[in-house]
Each structure stands twice: as structure tokens, then as C-alpha cells.
């Protein structure tokens, strides 16, 4: 979402690092659903941008989440 590389930030101890996220959380579903999950159920997340995602119920979705973050940085461009 935001573009964040752990290793550029923290060397090579953030090489491979990566959150994963349910594109339908686990906790907004049915708890006697079976869970399982594929690869199109999941994307990729830095820690900050998972954890925003999870700030409502339901999850923001990726986009609107790029979304949030686009419109947050022009308007920090324009306050400049």
C-alpha cells in the first residue's frame, strides 16, 4: 500500500520481512466457517499499513486504504 521496504529502513535484518493480511480478516468471519485460506485471499502489508487496515470493522480495503494514504500526501504537499 504505501511502498515501505524493511530492508532499505532496517539492513539486513528486515530482508524477507512482510506481513501478511486476509483480504477477508478471520476475525470478521463466521467462527463455524472451516478456514482456509489461498494466495488469493491474502495480500502484503508493511506492519503499519496492517495495522491500519484493521482500525474498523469491517477492514478498510486496500484501495481505500491507498486512497487515504494519496490524500493525506497531497494534503501535506499543499500545507507546504
Same mark, same amino acid.
Do not use: W
Given at each position: 500500500?504505501c511502498?515501505?521496504e524493511?530492508?532499505a529502513?532496517?539492513?539486513?535484518?528486515?530482508g524477507?520481512?512482510?506481513?501478511?493480511?486476509?483480504l477477508?480478516?478471520l476475525?470478521?468471519?463466521?467462527?463455524?466457517?472451516k478456514?482456509?485460506? !489461498?494466495? *488469493? %485471499?491474502?495480500?502484503?502489508?508493511c506492519a503499519?499499513?496492517?495495522?491500519?487496515a484493521?482500525?474498523?470493522?469491517?477492514?478498510?480495503?486496500?484501495?481505500?486504504?491507498?486512497?487515504?494514504?494519496?490524500?493525506? !500526501?497531497? *494534503? %501535506?504537499?499543499?500545507?507546504?
Amino acid at each position: 500500500v504505501c511502498g515501505f521496504e524493511f530492508k532499505a529502513q532496517y539492513g539486513g535484518i528486515g530482508g524477507g520481512y512482510i506481513e501478511c493480511h486476509h483480504l477477508n480478516p478471520l476475525a470478521e468471519r463466521d467462527s463455524r466457517d472451516k478456514v482456509t485460506s !489461498t494466495l *488469493s %485471499d491474502v495480500t502484503v502489508l508493511c506492519a503499519n499499513c496492517h495495522r491500519m487496515a484493521h482500525r474498523r470493522k469491517p477492514a478498510i480495503a486496500i484501495t481505500e486504504l491507498q486512497n487515504m494514504i494519496n490524500e493525506q !500526501t497531497r *494534503s %501535506d504537499h499543499v500545507a507546504e
